[in-house]
């Protein structure tokens, strides 16, 4: 198994326009996390999805968020109408469903956006 | 609501010296902690978690927590820096309880580590 996967890793785009983002997990994992880590801070979380449903849904996630995991296995982030702020990078995890202590959740290399 | 503090933004140690990042955490049950490394680059990887055995958690890399309730803290160290142990330390939290089945995690504003030569 390679890991999680992101694409891009880098995306410059005008403010205004529509970027969407890819992430895929590791194959046998139920649960997959985007977070968003702008420059000298820590992640933080936006959204997860177990399996194909989106149950959680952070404050930072606007209107203009959309994430999708349509058959349980890779996901979609997408920004509509980008704006300056939200440079940053996005970063995917996964991991598995389990009981009691939580499961390490694996991350991805990230995808960068810049808007300009 | 929960929250880590890292204090040090940027910690720098010559090679073979101790290396000590400090965390602290805000919440009135101790929380599940973690800390990840990130390299340049790369996605974060885990270096060590407590979730509730011992106090003293060994990880990858030579590097161990050790979990204080009375102090609310849960500072990594590692008795001799590597030059390859340059990196961003995060440390991050979630909660225990039915409530956070998602286990997101919060993260604390990370630390930057330097081994000088």
């Known amino acids: 198994d390679t890991g999680v996967s992101q694409d891009p890793r880098h995306k410059i785009t005008k403010r205004g326009q529509n970027v969407t983002f890819r992430c895929d997990p590791i194959s046998e994992h139920n649960r997959l996390y985007w977070y968003r880590q702008t420059l000298g801070q820590g992640p933080e979380f936006l959204t997860y999805f177990q399996n194909e449903a989106q149950l959680e849904k952070s404050r930072l996630l606007s209107d203009r968020f959309s994430a999708e995991r349509p058959k349980g296995s890779f996901s979609t982030l997408e920004i509509q109408r980008t704006e300056q702020g939200d440079s940053a990078m996005y970063l995917c995890a996964s991991s598995p469903t389990g009981q009691g202590a939580p499961n390490e959740q694996f991350f991805g290399p990230g995808t960068r956006l810049t808007v300009l | 609501a929960q929250s880590v503090t890292q204090l040090g933004s940027h910690v720098s140690v010559s090679e073979g010296a101790l290396v000590l990042l400090r965390c602290n955490y805000s919440s009135s049950v101790p929380p599940y902690l973690f800390w990840y490394v990130q390299y340049p680059n790369q996605g974060l990887q885990l270096l060590l978690k407590?979730?509730?055995?011992?106090?003293l958690v060994k990880g990858i890399n030579g590097f161990e927590a050790e979990f204080k309730k009375s102090e609310t803290s849960f500072h990594l160290t590692k008795p001799s820096a590597h030059m390859s142990d340059a990196a961003e330390y995060f440390c991050?939290?979630?909660?225990?309880?039915?409530?956070?089945?998602?286990?997101?995690?919060?993260f604390g504003g990370g630390t930057r580590l330097m081994v000088k030569p």
């Open positions: 991050a939290v979630t909660p225990r309880g039915w409530n956070n089945a998602g286990n997101m995690l919060t």
């Open positions: 407590y979730t509730s055995a011992a106090t």
